[in-house]
Every structure is written in structure tokens, then in C-alpha cells.
Antibody, heavy 123, light 110 residues
Framework: QVHLVESGGGVVQPGGSLRLSCAAS????????MHWVRQAPGKGLEWVAV????????DYADSVKGRITVSRDNSRNTLYLQLSRLTDEDTAVYFC????????????????WGQGTLVAVSS | QSALTQPASVSGSPGQSITISCTGT?????????VSWYQHHPGKAPKLLIY???NRPSGVSNRFSGSKSGNTASLTISGLQAEDEADYYC??????????FGTGARVTVL
């Protein structure tokens, strides 16, 4: 079965950086685009980024553009997120999610999610 | 990238049907069929309920159904059950090649 496990969360100082990982198993990791989604305390879900299946293309939310790099290592079945110049607005649970695909006309949905890892930006 | 607009809360009695609306623009929800819905119980991983506007993944109850008209998508939950109490989010691809969630709707079973 599909399994996604995020790691790397914790307390980070304002202005600092973080690197999160998402270990995938139970499917052919190199076949699916992958996404990062976050949820700040008491707020809704916010889409953060997507990376294509080979890792050659990325797209980012405006709220993190210029501060974020998403990458993947298909040989290690692992997705990464690097975020710099952190502020308290980056405090959130960060989820990785697999993009599903059923046909050329049916894609872009998130069919499997990890449990999330909490990042707290605090001095 | 403004969030899609959902009502903050929707409630109903057990057995009733409720509908959650999701309003976007002609640059996102109105332009594509790449619209999906998620159920989120706090502290857990979100769960896919509907994809491609109205398709249900295997294992999702047929009490959940989706539709779209113009710039507004809708999720209907029929035969409301206590376990349906959760947050619900719509989600759409956008013309900027990004994605956007709705503001989220808290469903309460009275």
C-alpha cells in the first residue's frame, strides 16, 4: 500500500531555513508528480508546491516563491522541500501528497497524503 | 492565488443532505475539470473524496457526490452521519500552472 512519511520538522529560528523529507513506498515513485501542502495553526490547507515525476519541473505558491526549492531523488524514493528566510507565517504542519492520474483528462488530484510534520518558527 | 471561497460552516441533522459550495474564477475552477474535494479530520491526513469534479475513488462512500456549474463547484453529502463531522476543502488547478484550495468548510452534525 502507498505510504508517505514526512520528517525534518521542528523548531526553527526566524530567518532560518528548513529541509523536509518525504519518504515514499508502495508505488513506483518516479511515475507521479508530488506536492507539498501546509496548514498553519487554526487555518485551512494551503498548496505550496508541485514537482513533476522526473523532477525537471516545479511550480510554487506565491507565498513561498523565491524562498523555496522542491526536489526529488527517484532512486531513493524521496521528496524534499527546502525553505529559507522563515517567518512565523511559515509555522505549519507540512504534508507531502502524491498526485493521482487516471487519464489524460483526469489528473491534478492528491490521492495519498502523509501524516505531516510540524514546523514551528520561533526564537 | 486567492483561495477558492467556501462557507465557513455547514450543518445538518443525521440522515439529511447538505451541500458545500466552492466558488472560484474563470482562471481556476471555472476553466478546468481538475477539481477535487478532501475531507480532513484535524490531526489526520486529508482524504480524497472526489476528483475530476464528480468522480469517486474506490472505497469512498457513494453518499459523497460532486458537481460543477460555471465558476462554482459543489460537494453534496447525503444521509449525513456523525462520522462526517470534519473540515472539507475543494481544490483546483489554475491557469498559472499552480493549485489552490478552498477556504474550508466545517461540517457539523447536529
Amino acid at each position: 500500500q502507498v505510504h508517505l512519511v514526512e520528517s525534518g520538522g521542528g523548531v526553527v529560528q526566524p530567518g532560518g531555513s528548513l529541509r523536509l523529507s518525504c519518504a515514499a513506498s508502495g508505488f513506483t515513485f518516479s511515475s507521479n508528480p508530488m506536492h507539498w501542502v501546509r496548514q498553519a495553526p487554526g487555518k485551512g490547507l494551503e498548496w505550496v508546491a508541485v514537482i513533476s515525476s522526473p523532477g525537471t519541473n516545479t511550480d510554487y505558491a506565491d507565498s513561498v516563491k523565491g524562498r523555496i526549492t522542491v526536489s526529488r531523488d527517484n532512486s531513493r524514493n524521496t521528496l524534499y522541500l527546502q525553505l529559507s528566510r522563515l517567518t512565523d507565517e511559515d509555522t505549519a504542519v507540512y504534508f507531502c501528497a502524491r498526485e493521482g492520474y487516471t487519464s489524460a483528462d483526469n489528473w491534478g488530484f492528491l490521492d495519498y497524503w502523509g501524516q505531516g510534520t510540524l514546523v514551528a518558527v520561533s526564537s | 492565488q486567492s483561495a477558492l471561497t467556501q462557507p465557513a460552516s455547514v450543518s445538518g441533522s443525521p440522515g439529511q443532505s447538505i451541500t458545500i459550495s466552492c466558488t472560484g474564477t474563470s482562471s481556476d475552477l471555472g476553466a478546468y475539470t481538475y477539481v477535487s474535494w478532501y475531507q480532513h479530520h484535524p490531526g489526520k491526513a486529508p482524504k480524497l473524496l472526489i476528483y475530476g469534479v464528480s468522480n469517486r475513488p474506490s472505497g469512498v462512500s457513494n453518499r459523497f457526490s460532486g458537481s460543477k456549474s460555471g465558476n462554482t463547484a459543489s460537494l453534496t453529502i447525503s444521509g449525513l452521519q456523525a462520522e462526517d463531522e470534519a473540515d472539507y476543502y475543494c481544490y483546483s488547478y489554475t491557469s498559472s500552472h499552480t493549485y489552490v484550495f478552498g477556504t474550508g468548510a466545517r461540517v457539523t452534525v447536529l
